[in-house]
């Protein structure tokens, strides 16, 4: 069977099982802020599991696409080193939420594997939780009884907490598990050594395949477990290992999921594949790589210097420095997998096919950028060589390895590997501990402390009414305390908000809870596993109870405004510069909003104004919204609503319509466009290859932005006392301006020439040298240096000490004749820096040239009379 074979077989199965199948979900996590990327199937369920969500069927099942590349889910380093580790990989899954438990999760995965795809029976091998004394759990019996229907018990391995026990996090949903594996050796080999031997004992031939998840437990903030209400099924299994196994190879790289991509690496480098260790571990680095890079690119996230942009572009520059280091790559070559990835994977993902244009032009100017990195790192690298060697040292400070790492993104194993070549090696330990502090930072930065939810009454799901209402009464369903840097907040959840709630690029509402004796801020709304949680600095006195919950209405206005500014804007860009214009992020705020675009060039002013014009003219329409909740997701996308790429949407959507504009949409929106009032754009700029970022005001503020503008105007008209044509005066102005300056320039060159003169006349032979010190005059501030050179190009051997005030900072500089200089008799630095005392400054340079500047101007004349005396000593 193929790979498309098997990912149907598996839909197919568990839909003959009254599974539901479902689409992938975003390989980018949005709206979750303890998860940057989907690293499991069981992600895009979490709050069904939280129990904040309903179900949308009992069961369903799907193929998801995952990330792991951080956290303790982190298989980064293996990845092309041995044969079944993956950055992004498939991660096919069933669910049952509160429906069938483990027999059912058992009998269907072991039909499957041996009835459906005939996996050999006598290769498998199933574990189950051994149990945990800590945890005050025992051992999975029960999971362990339904395998001996299957399995003799020799091959019922016992697994540990770390192997066999699921856990979300720190806190929250966990159950023990039951992992199945495949022993992939010959017949000869399993005779040898047991596969019960080798199992999770990271053997490359004897590897988990599928792990079924039982989750009944929730793990509280103290560490302890009390039973779920409703238990759960997780199951996920590698889809790559699976196509491994039905395949018969002996690595995933080996499957038709990568062949097709190894063969495009191959021939674009002229490099053989299975010939040389270093150059194949390069080639499946780069296979694995480019599929991580395009699907977080489709899914809406480019690489970029912070957060999940941070980690995708390190595993693009990843990537690169394999190219560079091992296939000899000097030129962009990455982009030109797209095809091959496309072939492979296209049907089953399309959105690969869409977004190819976008894909193709982001890596490779990803790709260009890094390579000049490279270049530019590789020549203070080469710096770092000479001066250590200089030195006669053999070990590199790894205080300066972590600064090439950190801040020019030179990778480390690339350093090392050129020193190595320089019979040099960096510093490790040095290097480890700046590498430790710089974590410790962003942990420090980052660490959020949070306790248990406090409950105060049951309630199914917390009702949002925010699109019809700003007020209403609540009551407090349950609140928490979290920390962040020391500073204590409360997060609260009612049992229905008028608050809307950070989502979709707009920011959450704020306003306050009143019960009649106390009035309590919510500073901020935001959403956490389908949670609208409000954030508050302190809780109520009385916490139980009816409030009255109140949305500060004037900033969701401004929202609001913007909001719908956004749809208009995008509509309009579409129909100025053409349909590839796609949104690909947002920032609604109540002061201004931020789009950002899919387009390959500057905006002209002549786009610019255009695109206002239209959104303008819409706004005066005053278009009335037509809001369409909960409608299919089918009808939305027939009535031609935007559906952005990386978004995962459900089957029934909100559709947001102004005149010809219709968008799925959550966020919050005015009644008729003409409550924007007037829509202004403040700039325009390039963010990341292909993708263009436009700021605009609406409302009030572009009526403020207008005033000021306009005041401006009217007062640089009242400076030239003139109500004629203010361009032709200002441009009238630059023209004297010019002439003027030309005029000072050359008065300039004058005084200087005269001042030259008189300081070369007045020079004072020592020992063979002319000394040259004097403070001259003020105005000649900014030409002191090159006051001096010419003084140098007359002179043979000498030495000029010159001080000036620049505006009341004293200023020295000291210019000695290069073969003065070269002797070794007299150093530039030296002088300056003994004579800089008397100004009550520092300086340096270099033995023929340096400069100081100070804080005390009266010490100008002392200055240089030291220096006359330090030269003197050393020319004597």
Do not use: W
């Given at each position: 069977m193929n790979a498309s074979e098997i990912r149907k077989s598996f839909w197919a199965f568990f839909e003959s099982k009254q599974h539901r199948i479902v689409s992938s979900a975003p390989m980018v996590v949005k709206n979750d802020p303890t998860l940057m990327f989907t690293n499991a199937g069981m992600n895009q369920f979490k709050d069904i599991f939280l129990g904040n969500s309903k179900p949308i069927a009992p069961r369903v099942a799907n193929s998801q696409k995952c990330l792991r590349v951080s956290g303790k889910h982190n298989d980064l380093e293996e990845v092309g080193h041995d044969t079944y580790h993956h950055t992004m990989f498939e991660m096919l899954g069933n669910w049952s939420f509160g429906d069938y438990f483990k027999e059912n999760a058992i009998n269907w995965a072991w039909e499957y594997l041996t009835e459906v795809l005939n996996i050999d029976k006598r290769i498998l091998y199933a574990s189950v939780f051994e149990g945990d004394k800590d945890m005050g759990l025992d051992k999975d019996m029960e999971a362990f009884n339904y395998w001996k229907q299957f399995l003799p018990e020799e091959k019922i391995i016992n697994g540990n907490r770390k192997d066999n026990f699921w856990e979300m996090g720190e806190m929250g949903p966990c159950g023990p598990c039951s992992e199945i594996h495949v022993d992939l050796r010959s017949e000869e080999e399993r005779k040898k050594i047991p596969g019960a031997q080798l199992v999770n004992a990271d053997h490359p031939e004897v590897i988990e395949v599928w792990n079924l998840v039982f989750i009944q437990f929730n793990r509280k903030a103290d560490g302890s477990l009390e039973p779920l209400?409703?238990?759960?099924?997780?199951?996920?299994?590698?889809?790559?290992?699976?196509?491994?196994?039905?395949?018969?190879?002996?690595?995933?790289?080996?499957?038709?999921?990568?062949?097709?991509?190894?063969?495009?690496?191959?021939?674009?480098?002229?490099?053989?594949?299975?010939?040389?260790?270093?150059?194949?571990?390069?080639?499946?680095?780069?296979?694995?790589?480019?599929?991580?890079?395009?699907?977080?690119?489709?899914?809406?996230?480019?690489?970029?210097?912070?957060?999940?942009?941070?980690?995708?572009?390190?595993?693009?520059?990843?990537?690169?420095?394999?190219g560079y280091t091992f296939l000899e790559q000097r030129q962009s070559f990455m982009h030109k997998l797209l095809p091959a990835l496309i072939n492979s994977m296209g049907d089953a993902y399309p959105e690969l096919k869409d977004q190819q244009e976008l894909i193709t032009k982001v890596i490779k100017e990803e790709e260009e950028s890094f390579l000049r990195t490279l270049a530019t790192g590789i020549t203070m690298l080469d710096k770092i060589i000479q001066q250590t060697k200089g030195g006669n040292y053999k070990v590199v400070d790894g205080k300066v390895a972590f600064e090439l790492y950190d801040t020019y993104g030179f990778p480390l194993d690339l350093t090392e590997l050129i020193l190595k070549e320089n019979d040099l090696v960096i510093n490790r330990k040095e290097f480890e501990k700046e590498m430790e502090a710089q974590k410790n930072r962003a942990r420090i930065a980052t660490a959020i402390e949070t306790e248990d939810w406090v409950t105060l009454l049951q309630d199914d799901v917390e009702e949002f009414i925010g699109y019809d209402y700003l007020e209403t009464d609540i009551t407090i369903v349950k609140y928490r305390k979290v920390t962040l840097k020391n500073k204590s907040l409360y997060q609260l959840v009612f049992n229905i908000t008028p608050f809307y709630a950070e989502s979709g690029g707009q920011v959450g509402d704020t306003g306050y809870i009143d019960n009649g004796s106390e009035k309590v801020e919510i500073i901020d709304t935001k959403k956490e596993n389908n949670l609208i949680v409000h954030i508050t600095k302190k809780l109520p006195k009385e916490i139980k109870g009816e409030f009255k919950a109140i949305v500060n209405s004037t900033k969701r206005q401004d929202i609001a405004n913007n909001h719908t500014a956004t749809h208009l804007l995008h509509q309009a860009l579409r129909e100025v510069l053409g349909t590839h214009v796609e949104q690909k992020g947002s920032l609604v705020h109540s002061d201004y909003l931020r789009f950002d675009f899919s387009h390959f060039q500057k905006l002209t002013r002549e786009e610019i104004e255009k695109v206002e014009k239209l959104v303008n003219k819409r706004v005066r329409a005053n278009f009335a919204l037509e809001e369409m909740r909960e409608i299919p997701v089918a009808k939305a996308h027939d009535l031609g609503a935007m559906m952005l790429f990386g978004e995962k949407y459900g089957d029934l959507v909100r559709a947001i319509k102004f005149g010809d504009s219709i968008e799925l949409c959550g966020g919050t929106h005015v009644k008729h466009t003409g409550e924007i009032g007037f829509f202004k754009i403040i700039s325009e700029a390039s963010i990341a290859s292909g993708i263009r970022r436009i700021e605009a005001v609406t409302g009030v503020k572009a009526e403020e932005m207008i005033m000021t503008q306009h005041n401006l105007l009217l007062a640089i008209q009242d400076m030239f006392k003139s109500s004629g044509n203010l361009q032709k005066n200002i441009e009238s102005l630059m023209t004297d301006n010019n002439k003027l300056s030309k005029d000072l320039d050359s008065m300039k060159q004058n005084f200087i020439n005269i001042e030259k003169r008189n300081l070369i006349d007045g020079a004072k032979e020592l020992n063979g040298v002319k000394l040259i010190a004097a403070v001259i005059d003020s105005r000649l501030?900014?030409?002191?240096?090159?006051?001096?050179?010419?003084?140098?190009?007359?002179?043979?051997?000498?030495?000029?000490?010159?001080?000036?005030?620049?505006?009341?900072?004293?200023?020295?500089?000291?210019?000695?004749?290069?073969?003065?200089?070269?002797?070794?008799?007299?150093?530039?630095?030296?002088?300056?820096?003994?004579?800089?005392?008397?100004?009550?400054?520092?300086?340096?340079?270099q033995p023929f040239f340096a400069t100081a500047g100070g804080k005390n101007p009266n010490g100008l004349g002392s200055a240089i009379e030291r220096a006359k005396a330090f030269v003197s000593e050393k020319l004597s």
């Open positions: 209400p409703s238990k759960h099924v997780d199951t996920g299994m590698g889809f790559e290992r699976l196509c491994r196994v039905l395949q018969q190879k002996q690595s995933n790289y080996d499957t038709d999921v990568f062949v097709p991509i190894i063969n495009e690496i191959a021939e674009i480098t002229q490099t053989p594949y299975g010939k040389n260790e270093e150059t194949d571990i390069a080639m499946r680095v780069i296979a694995d790589h480019i599929r991580t890079i395009a699907f977080s690119i489709t899914d809406g996230q480019l690489p970029s210097n912070n957060k999940a942009g941070y980690v995708i572009r390190r595993i693009l520059r990843r990537a690169i420095r394999y501030g900014d030409k002191m240096k090159d006051l001096a050179f010419q003084i140098k190009k007359e002179m043979g051997e000498f030495v000029a000490i010159l001080g000036t005030d620049v505006n009341g900072k004293p200023q020295l500089s000291v210019v000695i004749s290069d073969e003065l200089a070269q002797s070794g008799r007299i150093n530039a630095v030296e002088v300056i820096r003994d004579c800089a005392k008397e100004i009550q400054g520092g300086g340096g340079g």
